[in-house]
């Protein structure tokens, strides 16, 4: 048998199925871009979010499938990965939603906002299930470039400049923090690049390695953290998110977290299981400051943006305790929590950009007495700013209270303990604006406020932000009371991936036949 | 010890002094074009190290690559930008390059302490290095099938973010409606310091 169909017969390649799916939709985009013009840039995005949700689809025929291993090695579709792709995929599909009149009223393109925004989509679905180093590294780029070019999309604005000069250079000098740690991976378990084998190499730390695994860990965290904005390497985020258009931020923020996440759990768990308490301690220690950081920072933003910047640094240090707790139940409690993050921060951004689209500012002293003109915006902005608190029947209640009881039972008294009191400061600075909005008497509203445009929702392009802020207000209204369906897929992703079954005793797949041997024939 | 043995010494030490040599003389020299020039240095000796270590085909790419293209383009943008200012001195600069350099060394220590440490597996079996070529190929269409795709696909995405960065855009002109906020590829927020009044 010739080497071509040698290879083909074991690639498996119907792994990527969702992510082939992402990939044609973006060649539609690009290519009737090209031949239809501008006049059908909105058609086309909404090709994009039927891609997206045919992605989705996808990605629910491949549960529990049994052959999960795909190219070789290089990918890795199982239970876990297809969560966080679905994460990913569905915070694309609301943010698409919620670009369409942002993007068009700024008077830049849109088709190629979403193409570039479908491969930032395409690079964080990569890295939840990539396997192997190369694969890790370059789909982290994919993601990262892409998030560049959104955050400089609004090119005449010195802000987004800014934003993205900034973030180019910071993202550059952690990837390649990243990659020397990865490369010292490399070197370490003397040549190999799949996760589960460089995992059965690293077995004997007593004979001076373990110094080489530490560098190699305190690198890789810190490419992981910067991706997440934890704590010591949150710096580009609040500018980042300021600058960006804010469509762009509310990817960055769910999306491009979730992937980071993802590759946390992956390289963690599996390469570094040997070094388990290490790493655990970095994290506890990033999750503490990320913790109070973020939250009390948060207390005195006066812009929108930046405020759900920090807040956004200050959920992923609640994130953490999960990850710090190292149990199935702590990384169900990641996953369930990033998946209702997921529907309330995007349904707050949503109302960020609806009142930025209609009044031009997102300062929060002017969203003041907003219940008088807008009682919809002002409902569906309080209860995603409530449910992000942690106020009982809505959805992040839950989420925040598994992420919580998984940590107390780790025994994480202080991590837990101190979550609980940074959640209080955080739920005052979020009913801040929530009592701006509400609570203010008519002669106490804000210039902007009683200049409020008349609600018009037939304006093109308004009525996908409609339909975003509608859907995410229930998600998070119904999320919280109906939780038990998340809380089994999140429970079932885990317990169901062989991540963390041969975490301990590492397996080298029989499938992967092509050896070293015939290659180098 | 061999003749071969011995050039192979000598020719690694005298590519490693250029290496230092020039990424030194980047990072130290205050005319920007010199160092460009130096970075060029720092990569043909790279690529030198590539070819000592049989790796024809990525010391070619090395060359045709990292100086033919990266070094050429950062050429040209250094002499597009005739500007031409007088930066004051930073008082107490003498702290910050003291710090640098402090965590720099530190860093170096570390690192150096590490790579003597560590009992690194060294593969001894020789590869025929007559085809370097045919065994990249098929490497990328076996196990690194995937991370090759997905390369075209980022290149695509970076080729089309530069052309939108760098296109002339129609700037439309600012309609006066009341109804809603029409920006000039700006973001429809104020920026801070106009949002007061």
């Known amino acids: 048998m010739d080497f071509s169909s040698t290879v083909a ?233 300021e600058g960006s258009p804010t469509p762009v931020v509310a990817f960055l923020s769910v999306g491009s977290k979730a992937a980071g996440f993802a590759l946390a759990i992956r390289l963690l768990v599996t390469v570094f299981g040997q070094v388990t308490p290490e790493w655990q301690f970095i994290f506890t220690a990033l999750a503490v400051l990320s913790m109070i950081l973020g939250n009390v920072v948060a207390l005195a933003q006066t812009s929108m943006k930046r405020m759900l910047a920090y807040s956004s640094i200050a959920q992923a240090g609640f994130v953490m305790i999960g990850l710090v707790a190292g149990s199935d139940d702590g990384y169900a409690s990641m996953v369930f929590y990033l998946f209702i993050y997921l529907f309330m921060n995007l349904g707050a951004f949503t109302c960020v950009i609806l009142f930025s689209l209609r009044t031009g500012t997102d300062q929060i002293a002017e969203y003041s007495g907003l219940y008088q003109k807008d009682p919809l915006l002002t409902l569906a902005l309080s209860i995603c700013l409530l449910s992000l608190g942690g106020i009982p029947p809505l959805a992040g209640f839950f989420g925040k209270i598994y992420l919580f009881w998984v940590g107390w039972q780790a025994g994480l008294y202080g991590l837990v303990l101190l979550g609980l009191v940074t959640s209080v400061v955080s739920i005052y600075y979020y009913i801040r604006v929530v009592k701006m909005m509400v609570v203010k008497e008519p002669h106490e509203m804000s210039d902007t406020v009683k200049n409020y445009p008349p609600i018009r929702w037939n304006l093109p392009g308004m009525r996908p932000l409609q339909v975003g802020l509608v859907l995410s207000l229930v998600a998070t209204t119904l999320a919280g009371i109906l939780s038990n369906p998340l809380f089994n897929l999140a429970n079932s992703s885990i317990s169901n991936s062989s991540v963390f079954q041969t975490a301990s005793t590492p397996v080298i797949l029989s499938e992967s036949i092509i050896n070293r041997q015939s290659l180098s024939e | 010890m061999n003749l071969a043995e011995g050039v192979q010494i000598v020719s690694f030490g005298i590519l490693a002094v250029m290496m230092l040599g020039a990424a030194l003389g980047v990072v130290l020299l205050n005319q920007i074009v010199y160092s460009a020039f130096l970075l060029g240095g720092v990569f043909m000796s790279i690529s030198g190290l590539y070819i000592l270590l049989n790796a024809d085909f990525v010391a070619a790419a090395q060359i045709l690559i990292y100086v033919g293209a990266v070094n050429v383009l950062i050429l040209f943008a250094i002499m597009l930008v005739n500007k031409k200012e007088e930066f004051k001195p930073v008082r107490n600069r003498w702290i910050r390059q003291g710090a640098t350099a402090l965590v720099c060394v530190g860093l170096l220590a570390l690192l150096s302490t590490m790579v003597l440490a560590t009992p690194w597996a060294v593969d001894t079996t020789t590869v025929n290095a007559s085809s370097t070529i045919i065994q990249i190929g098929k490497h990328f269409f076996s196990d690194f099938l995937l991370p090759f795709e997905l390369a075209s696909v980022l290149l695509l995405m970076a080729m089309v973010g530069a052309i939108i960065l760098a296109r002339r855009d129609f700037i439309p002109e600012r309609k006066a409606t009341t109804t809603e906020v029409e920006t000039a590829l700006t973001l429809p927020e104020r920026p801070r310091e106009l949002s007061g009044s």
Not at chain 1, 48 to 56: E, F, N
Not at chain 1, 150 to 174: F, H, M, Q, V, W
Request: aromatic residues 10%; negative net charge; proline residues 2%.
């Open chain 1, 9 to 241: 017969s074991q690639l498996n390649a119907g792994v990527i199925l969702p992510e082939g799916l992402v990939i044609i939709t973006l060649m539609v985009v690009l290519v009737g871009d090209i031949i239809l013009g501008r006049n059908a840039s909105r058609q086309l995005s909404y090709v994009a979010i039927a891609g997206l949700l045919g992605s989705v689809v996808a990605l629910y025929f491949q549960w529990d499938n049994s052959q999960t291993i795909g190219f070789l090695g290089g990918f890795n579709g199982d239970n876990l990965s297809i969560v966080f792709r679905g994460t990913i995929v569905l915070s694309t599909a609301f943010t698409i939603l919620m670009s369409i009149r942002y993007i068009q009223q700024s008077g830049t393109a849109l088709a190629e906002f979403v193409s570039i925004l479908l491969t930032a989509t395409l690079g964080a679905m990569f890295l939840c299930g990539a396997n192997d180093l190369v694969m890790i590294f370059l789909s982290l780029e994919t993601l990262s470039i892409s998030s560049y070019l959104l955050t400089g999309y609004t090119k005449r604005d010195p802000r987004s400049n800014e934003a993205a000069l900034k973030y180019l250079l910071i993202g550059a000098a952690s990837s390649a923090i990243f990659l020397y740690g990865v490369s010292l991976l490399y070197g370490l378990s003397g040549g190999e690049i799949r996760l589960d084998a460089i995992a059965a190499q690293l077995t004997d730390l007593s004979s001076g390695q373990s110094l080489g695994v530490a560098i190699a860990l305190v690198f890789a965290i810190a490419g992981i953290a910067f991706k997440i904005s934890a704590v010591p390497f949150h710096q580009w985020t609040p500018d980042v998110y």
